[in-house]
Structure formats: C-alpha cells, structure tokens
C-alpha cells in the first residue's frame, strides 16, 4: 500500500473533485472514485456502501469485487464489519478481517481472498451516509497517517453525496438526500394534523466546495474567519445589554474554545490535506460529535456540545450563510427544528400550522406553547432536519406522533381525507358551542379550558366553555431573559380576567422547574427533575417570587372575584404555608388601601398520591382541587412520562388507577369540595367520559377537545355507564377500557 503525503492527499481529492465536475449520471462516478481511490491508495479493493434506508447499506460501487455485486450486496446496520462501522461511526482497521468479531462472510462479493480491511464512516454533521472501505492481500494493519487519509476522503465524499453527486441513473435513489418520500416515527407533542411546507427554524450549511486548491488561502480564510469570530464573542460580552450570568457563561465557553490552539491545529491539518476550510470546518464538528456521544461526563458532553455550537457559528462566517438566509417563509409553514425555546416559538406568532422537533418533549416549553396555539407538535423526529429543505413538502400528523416529508400523492390524498373530515366534525361540534354538556340522564358536567396566552382567551367563547379550569402563568417567566417586572404582570392578569367577561380563571401560580427551566434560573442538576425541586418547592423557598405574583393577581382582580391554586403540592403543610402567604398578601394590600377581591377561592393541584391520604382537614381547608392528570399518572405508576418506553404502557383507565380517583372523588364528597380534573386525558372524549360517570363534574382541557367531549357526553347515560364500568371491575377486567368503548359503540 503506499502512504498518502500531503501533496498525494491533495492530488487524491482534486481527481475526487474534477470527477464531480464531469458530465455523467451518480453511478459513472461512483465506479471511477473507487477506481481512483484504489490506485492513489495502492489497494486492490476499494469499496462504497450507501444507506439504502435508514437501517440497510447497500454495495453502490466497487474496484475489486465482483462486479454483479453491486447494488445486490446488502447489510443491515450493524451486521458484519462495514455494519459496525455504520452503527458506531467509528473505523475498523484490522490486519485479518476473518478473526474480527462480527465478521460476515458475503460470497457474491468474492471478498475471501483479501485479508486487510479498513472501514471509514462516510457522514455529515451527525447523518450517517454510508461506508468507505479499502482491502488488500496482505495480512497488515494500515497506518494512522492512511487511516486519516482514508477519513478525509470521506469527508469529501459525504459533501459530494450531499450535493446530489451520486444521482441519476438506473439506481438514483441510493445515497440521494432531500428528494424522495421519507416517514418519520416520532412521539405526540400536541394531537392535530396539519399539510404544509417546511420552514426550518435554523437552516442547513451547505458546503459547496469540499475540496481546495490552495491550502495556505484556505489557511488564511480559517484564521480570518476566527479571528472575526472572536471579535464577534468579545463584541457580545461587552455589550451593555448582556447582564444575564448564564448567556455570560455560555459566551466566556465560546471565547474560550475559539482560542483553543488544538481545535485550531486540528482543522489546519485538514487544509494542508486538502480540504476546503469549511470541510476542515466540518470534519472536527464530526469528530467533536463522536466524542460527545461517548462521554461519560456531563460536563464534558456539554463543552463537546458547545464545540458543536461554535463550529456553527465558524461555517455560517465563512459561508455567509446566516441565520437569515433572504428565503421566504412559505405558505402554511411547518416549523421544523431540533429544539426550540417558547419565546423563539411565540416570535413566529400564529402563522405556523404545525412543529417538528428532533428532541423535545411531551412536557417541554415548546409544547405548552403549541398546546396555547392549538397546533399539532411532533417530537423526538431524528434526523428530520438533516433530511428537510426550506419548501418541501409535509404533513404532521400529532395524533399519531408520525410526519411525511415529501409524501407520495396516494398518502397526501388519505391525509386530506383525514383533515376534511376533522373539519366536518368541528363544523357539527361548534352547533353545539351554546348547549350545556347534560347527558341524557339530565346531569350536567361543566367544561372548561385550558389556557397560558392572551391569545388563547379569544377560544373561550368560541369553544364554548364555561370558562378558564387552568390558566399557566408561567409562560410569562418562560419567555423571559429575566423576572417579569410586577406591573407588567397586573396588566396580563387583568387583560386576562377582562377577556373572561366574568368566567371563572383559576390562575394556577408559577410551575416551574423540572424541564421548564427559566432563562434566568440557574438549572439544578437533579438526578430526577420531575419530582426535584419545582413549582411550589421554589415558590415556599423563594417567597419574594410567590409574593410578588400574588401581589399581582390580587391588583388584577381589582375587587372581581378571584380563584388562585398552588401546583404539585406534596404535603398539606405546603397548602397551608402558601395559603398564609396569600392572605397575608391580601391583607397588607387591604391595608394600603386597595381593593380585594370579594370573593377569593384557594385551591390545591392534586398531583402526587400522597395528597390521596392527606387528612379530612386538608380537603375540608380547600376551596377546591384540581387533580393534575399528567403527573398524577406518572406517579402513580412510576413511568415518567418524557420516556416513550413506558409511558404509554399503562392505561389511565386502569382499575387501579380509577380506584385511586374515586377515593378523591368521595373525600370531597364528604367535604364539599369542588373537584375537577386538568390535564390531557380530560380532552380524550373515552376517558372524559369515564371521568364524569365516576363524578368528576368539571374537566379542563385545551380548548379543540370541548366539541368532542360536549358531543359524546350529550350522547351518554352517565348512570349507565356507571354501572358498565363496575361491571367490568367487578369481572375482574384490569381496564374498563374495552366496556366503555363497547358501550359506546351502541349508542
């Protein structure tokens, strides 16, 4: 084998590029790069396997092999050595392929007479797409040197895919990006469909040049850009503006790897290889990646992540490519991205029709904000916006938690049968937006909605719902670089009440914490956040916050009648300390002269078991309590609800878990106290249902689920019901599920 110099590796990647430019479909040139390949290499073999699929490689290309091979040779990911290193984007380099682990014979191929064998991953950024791999006779390991050769050849090679090298032919699909169908199965953000065009939030870096001619220019342009990015940092921590110590943190970070003499070094190697800056640029953010994925320690997984960061912000200053790109956003935008904070999600208003997220989660603050706006969210979508272009096509479908890109006509032609007869539905729920939810029997059951904007109280009378069950205040904290100022919290509060012409709001005080984390909070590092220090363990421990929002409400009111409940208490004393608080709030503000409220009802959120046992006191010192179904459930099941593994695996109509209701349900029975039930499974018609037969008369929910739940409640005998579902106990059945939708069926 012959080792690659610099000026070898130089003249290797520029046969590499005058390929690119020669007229011809993606296979030619896929057949003469491994030709070149293997004769700048001094290789018998070299071969190219690309990702026919998400979970299958297939032999696209060889010089060595067997020509009837190719296109026919397939593995899945981690099958046999080219698998593995597929799966674990790291190379193999083995002197005696056989003996390694996993080997995987494929005698098509007529491999066996080769027993040297280098692999290199063939990606971009994090996207796997494909498997570089050279073979010779000789039992030998390849060298360092070779073996890094190898890796910036592929470095080249996943730009070249990227850009659409190797399409066009009689087998076009393999290795092309962004121009066919592509189903992605994620988790529901927030239920609803939506059709539109993709709008990423932050748009790709396109790296057109991978290879340079003239590596001391493309030296120059690296340190120019660095130093202009430095600037830029420097130019951030002197602003008088920056006073939030965090933002400081995360820039001081950035300063500090943008001066780093080994990420540098590293990236001028590159260049002296070949590669064009924004290749070298690519090419450690690759290897940064790498090694996040593999530490052990948070703390280091945060500075590789803040590598990543920077490398960004040092491709956007070569390319030009900024955050504002001059497109336009399209018609019906579906925002796509990898996460998302709330105030850059409100920045866009209403316009959007729907949210795709990488990460994210069911609790997060992007889906409280769709959730507000009434737009389906899918999460956990990996690699869409690797896959996703500004304009293409997309249909989000939250019910499922599943988005086609770029659909075919038969699966956009179903979809839309689907969004029209959603809207027939809505059409026929929004005749009943005056009538009262009374079941046949003649019991009502009041229906209220769930709110966290201003723009989410004009639905209140469009829904039809007797008026506000939950109202989060914490959207405001959350879309904040620092703590609302008092006043501006008056003028919400009082817009809100304004707007609910006399509906009854029951504000819920701040709940935050867990994954809703304030910008201007330092993040606790808690093994279990969702059950650490949150919502009303801050207020009690940082009562200046929990006055002051008060303070708040209360001068809103201006006199009105006002409902105010504490969130996730654990213990009644917690009740108790923040219902003194509040009355002291009142009673200083009586004392100064200002009106308060003629009526102040104090609530409790019941979202943790214990409250289930807490005395009759407790329940007889509450003007109401509003069951918290969301974390209710996870407790009561211990299955965190963020965990797609578990959290749809038990059933909120689990016997036990409606035992457990009714145990409340008879306690404020006893002591007259209002109970309604707030969360997502109070807008599943089948579950609300259910709900209301076993005596919860009041439900909140977001306000697209009232039709849904008015109409089927008006359909049902709540008693009959009743005794279907104690039939079905009494049977012994785990969930009343399969009696209830059986009932329902005969209606």
């Not at 130089?10 to 590499?16: A, E, I, M």
């Not at 030998?140 to 659409?164: H, K, N, Q």
């Not at 219902?579 to 104090?602: F, H, K, N, W």
């Amino acid at each position: 084998m012959v080792e690659l110099s610099e000026s070898d590796s130089r003249t290797l990647l520029r046969r590499l590029r005058d390929t690119l430019a020669t007229e011809g479909d993606g296979q030619d040139r896929l057949n003469h790069i491994t030709q070149i390949i293997a004769d700048s290499m001094g290789t018998e073999v070299c071969s190219i396997y690309l990702f026919r699929d998400p979970e299958t490689l297939e032999l696209c290309a060889t010089e060595g092999l067997k020509a009837e091979a190719v296109h026919h040779t397939r593995m899945r990911l981690g099958e046999g050595l080219v698998g593995r290193v597929a799966r674990s984007g790291r190379p193999i380099n083995s002197a005696d392929a056989p003996s390694e682990p996993g080997f995987r014979y494929m005698p098509e191929t007529g491999e066996e007479i080769y027993s040297s064998f280098v692999g290199v991953p063939i990606q971009r950024v994090g996207e796997k797409l494909g498997v570089l791999v050279v073979q010779s006779k000789d039992e030998r390991s390849f060298s360092d040197d070779e073996l890094y050769g190898l890796e910036v050849v592929a470095m080249v090679l996943a730009e070249m895919t990227e850009l659409g090298a190797f399409t066009g032919g009689e087998n076009s699909e393999i290795g092309a990006t962004h121009r066919f169908p592509v189903m992605f199965r994620g988790a529901t953000g927030q239920e609803g469909a939506a059709e539109g065009r993709v709008w990423l939030h932050e748009p790709r870096v396109v790296v057109t040049n991978p290879v340079a001619e003239d590596p001391e220019a493309e030296a120059a342009r690296l340190e120019e850009a660095i130093t202009e990015l430095r600037g830029k940092i420097d130019e951030m921590l002197a602003s008088p503006t920056l006073i939030d110590k965090d933002q400081r943190q995360v820039l001081e970070t950035f300063k500090m790897l943008a001066a780093s003499k080994g990420w540098k070094r590293r990236m001028l190697e590159d260049i002296a290889a070949g590669l064009s800056a924004e290749a070298a640029v690519e090419k450690e953010q690759n290897a940064a990646r790498d090694r996040m994925r593999k530490a052990p320690d948070p703390y280091l997984r945060e500075r590789l992540n803040d590598l990543d960061d920077l490398s960004n912000r040092l491709l956007r200053q070569l390319t030009g490519q900024g955050s504002d790109t001059g497109a336009e956003m399209p018609e019906n935008p579906v925002l796509v991205a990898r996460n998302i904070g709330p105030a850059e999600l409100l920045d866009y208003d209403r316009k959007l029709k729907g949210v795709v997220l990488e990460e994210g989660s069911v609790g997060s603050h992007a889906a409280i904000v769709t959730r507000a706006l009434s737009i389906p969210l899918v999460i956990h979508a990996g690699r869409i916006t690797a896959e996703a272009l500004n304009g293409d096509p997309i249909l989000v479908d939250g019910d499922q938690g599943v988005v086609h890109l770029r659909p075919e006509e038969s699966v956009a032609h179903a979809f839309r049968d689907k969004i029209a007869m959603q809207a027939e539905a809505q059409k026929r729920y929004a005749s009943l937006r005056d009538q009262p939810a009374i079941d046949k029997s003649g019991q009502t059951v009041s229906l209220m909605m769930n709110a966290g904007l201003m723009a989410d109280l004009p639905s209140l009378k469009g829904s039809g719902a007797d008026g506000v069950g939950l109202f989060r205040t914490e959207l405001q904290f959350l879309t904040r670089t620092k703590v609302p100022r008092r006043n501006e919290l008056v003028q919400l509060y009082k817009r809100v009440m304004d707007a609910a012409d006399g509906k009854r709001v029951n504000f819920r005080t701040l709940d935050i914490g867990s994954d809703k984390v304030v910008p201007y909070m330092k993040p606790q590092d808690e093994p279990n956040p969702a059950m650490g220090w949150r919502a009303l363990r801050v207020g009690l421990d940082k009562p200046g916050i929990l006055r002051m929002q008060l303070q708040a409400l209360l001068r809103a009111a201006d006199g009105r009648p006002t409902s105010i409940m504490f969130p996730f208490i654990a213990l009644p004393e917690e009740f108790y300390a923040a219902r003194d608080t509040l009355l002291r709030v009142r009673d200083r503000e009586a004392q100064m002269g200002r009106p308060v409220p003629e009526e102040l009802r104090i609530g409790a959120m019941l979202e943790t078991p214990s409250l289930g046992f807490a005395p009759d006191s407790f329940y007889r010192d509450c003007d109401f309590i509003s069951i918290g179904g969301n974390d209710l459930k996870q407790f009561f099941f211990a299955a965190d609800r963020e965990n797609e593994r578990v959290r749809r695996r038990y059933d909120t109509l689990d016997g036990s878990f409606l035992n457990f209701l009714e145990r409340i349900i008879a306690r404020c029975a006893v002591s007259d106290t209002q109970l309604s039930f707030c969360g997502e499974d109070a807008g599943r018609p089948i579950e609300s249902l259910t709900f209301a037969a076993l005596g919860i008369r009041t439900l909140s929910m977001r306000p697209a689920s009232i039709g849904p739940v008015k109409h089927l409640i008006r359909r049902a005998d709540l008693g009959e019901l009743r005794q279907v579902i104690q039939q079905a106990r009494n049977a012994g059945q785990s969930s009343v599920r399969p009696a209830v939708t059986s009932y329902l069926a005969h209606l």
